[in-house]
């Protein structure tokens, strides 16, 4: 199983309810598409799945809900480094 790491800052979008993410530089070159793909995803030793949304610029953002927020004890702004996988 391949996988990439990146390291990234937690960005939110700045809106109200606005997502709270990572952007992923170069997934369409590993994903093969630039269309939304389920993916595993490591962040600081917690591991989840996530569906990777196209940002329409060659490059996916990989939402980071409240509770991968908690468990990564992160906060928007810091930087992380992202390890991830496609779904088998």
Same mark, same amino acid.
Request: aromatic share 10%.
């Given at each position: *199983?391949?996988? +990439?790491?990146?390291? +990234? &800052?937690?960005?939110?979008?700045?809106?109200? =309810? =606005?997502?709270?993410? #990572?952007?992923?530089?170069?997934? #369409?070159?590993?994903? !093969? &598409?630039?269309? +939304? &793909?389920?993916?595993?995803?490591?962040?600081? =030793?917690h591991?989840?799945?996530?569906?990777?949304?196209?940002? =329409?610029? !060659?490059?996916?953002?990989?939402?980071?809900?409240?509770?991968? *927020?908690?468990?990564? !004890?992160? #906060?928007? !702004?810091? &930087?992380?480094?992202?390890?991830?996988?496609?779904?088998?």
């Amino acid at each position: *199983m391949s996988n +990439a790491v990146f390291t +990234a &800052t937690i960005a939110k979008e700045n809106k109200e =309810g =606005g997502w709270t993410f #990572v952007t992923w530089p170069e997934s #369409v070159a590993f994903l !093969g &598409t630039g269309k +939304a &793909t389920k993916v595993s995803a490591k962040i600081g =030793g917690h591991e989840f799945t996530v569906t990777s949304l196209p940002t =329409g610029d !060659g490059t996916h953002f990989l939402p980071l809900s409240k509770p991968v *927020m908690k468990a990564i !004890g992160k #906060v928007v !702004g810091e &930087t992380v480094e992202v390890e991830v996988w496609r779904q088998q």
